[in-house]
């Protein structure tokens, strides 16, 4: 009886540090959500990187239809893509976007 009283109090400090530990690593603030946190980071940084280049890239087709800078070539491109219409000699390649 005095051995298991002995050892009572030092197992029950063991089974509640294995119980914090349990919930440092798998709990809503633990270590896993933590690396599942930084992997959604990651793929947002990713997404927010192409979406910047995307839209720099139709930042740059607009200005090239504005009046004060307005391509002729980028012009009648449009204008045969809209209408369907293109020369005898073009070279058609359609791609998906």
Do not use: C
């Not at 051995?3 to 540090?17: K, N, T």
């Not at 959500?33 to 192409?50: F, K």
């Amino acid at each position: 009886m005095k051995r298991l009283r002995a050892a009572a109090s030092p197992l029950a400090g063991v089974l509640v540090a294995a119980y914090f530990v349990f919930h440092a690593v798998n709990g809503d603030h633990g270590l896993v959500a933590l690396w599942r946190m930084e992997s959604l980071l990651t793929e947002a940084n990713v997404t927010h990187a192409a979406l910047v280049h995307e839209r720099q890239v139709l930042a740059h087709r607009v200005y090239l239809l504005e009046d004060s800078s307005l391509d002729p070539d980028f012009l009648e491109e449009r204008a045969r893509l809209m209408s369907g219409l293109g020369r005898a000699n073009d070279i058609v390649i359609l791609t998906v976007q």
